[in-house]
């Protein structure tokens, strides 16, 4: 193995055992809230996820990015949203929908489009000049992200932003929510379903969610997690309108539209469709470590993509 794969490999098991303690805690507690107090209170590992993120990402994923650009989420994000908003894939999904309506203009600010970029470590969508993006995470890589726990921050009818931190964020005020590498970070379906339910709230009308899961896998390999999300996300509205399965990763775009809200004895059931396939592994975590080593190639391990505790069961 070259020395830079080595260095990729160190860097995701970092992130990987950050997930797996998470998990862990969950189980031993119980109680999915306290479990994420704990987490947030813990700066040093904090740090540590946020550093190990932030060098995999531009060290390593930018250079497969630059040889391999289909490979890339960030890519495949823009290409989306230009196509959606400044192209006619908006207008094919109205005439997918078959409502006889008059459909409003869609708005823009300075003719750009308004990402919530939640999880965004670094900032990676700021090369794109068509998009007025708002980077947040847990714990920022670079000081131009901004300071959000993204489960508690309200909802209310302005953003308030201070100190690089995030007060609250304004409802229907996004063309699209961005969660890529997000979900699985969490290490229960409720916290998933409630980043999901916010997410709704914050888009505008026909705005857009995209969610993008790391699987290294072929497609079909968990395409019962792929369902199962579409499922519980169509409950609120938001309708799944396109899905791509790159070499290591579920890319997913999924459209606001109008719905009755579901009930509150509904939202458990709802809820425990956000699951992914490490919520219900029973093995030790050192025997799930040997099987996480066994198939991988040079290649795979130099891009860090098949060490990530997402979607690799």
């Not at 070259?2 to 303690?21: F, M, P, T, W, Y």
């Not at 993120?53 to 230009?82: C, G, V």
């Not at 999880?119 to 131009?144: H, I, R, T, W």
């Amino acid at each position: 193995m070259s020395q830079q794969s080595e260095d990729g490999k160190v860097l995701a098991d970092i992130i990987k055992n950050v997930h797996r303690r998470l998990r862990q805690e969950l189980k031993e507690s119980g109680d999915s809230e306290s479990s994420w107090i704990n987490h947030c209170r813990n700066e040093a590992r904090l740090k540590e996820y946020a550093k190990s993120m932030h060098q995999l990402a531009t060290e390593h994923w930018e250079r497969l990015r630059e040889s391999n650009p289909d490979t890339s989420r960030i890519n495949w994000t823009w290409s989306f949203l230009s196509n959606y908003f400044l192209g006619n894939g908006c207008e094919i999904q109205r005439q997918k929908s078959k409502l006889n309506i008059d459909w409003p203009k869609l708005m823009f600010k300075d003719s750009k489009i308004s990402v919530l970029d939640v999880g965004s470590c670094y900032n990676p969508f700021k090369e794109f000049e068509e998009l007025d993006v708002l980077p947040v995470d847990l714990c920022p890589a670079l000081e131009s992200v901004y300071q959000c726990d993204f489960l508690t921050v309200p909802v209310g009818e302005k953003t308030f932003l201070e100190d690089q931190s995030v007060l609250s964020l304004a409802s229907s005020s996004f063309h699209c929510v961005v969660f890529s590498f997000l979900l699985e970070y969490f290490p229960s379906c409720s916290q998933r379903w409630t980043c999901c339910e916010k997410a709704q709230q914050l888009l505008m009308e026909e705005g857009v969610l995209v969610i993008i899961t790391p699987d290294s896998k072929a497609a079909h390999s968990n395409s019962k997690v792929m369902r199962s999300w579409r499922e519980a996300l169509e409950s609120i509205g938001l309708n799944r309108i396109k899905y791509e399965k790159l070499l290591h990763a579920h890319c997913m775009a999924f459209r606001k539209t109008s719905i009755d809200p579901p009930t509150s004895e509904d939202r458990p059931l709802l809820a425990s469709k956000m699951y992914i396939p490490q919520d219900f592994h029973s093995q030790s975590d050192s025997e799930q470590e040997e099987n996480d080593h066994i198939k991988f190639t040079e290649e795979e391990l130099a891009e860090g993509f098949t060490y990530l505790p997402m979607l690799n069961d």
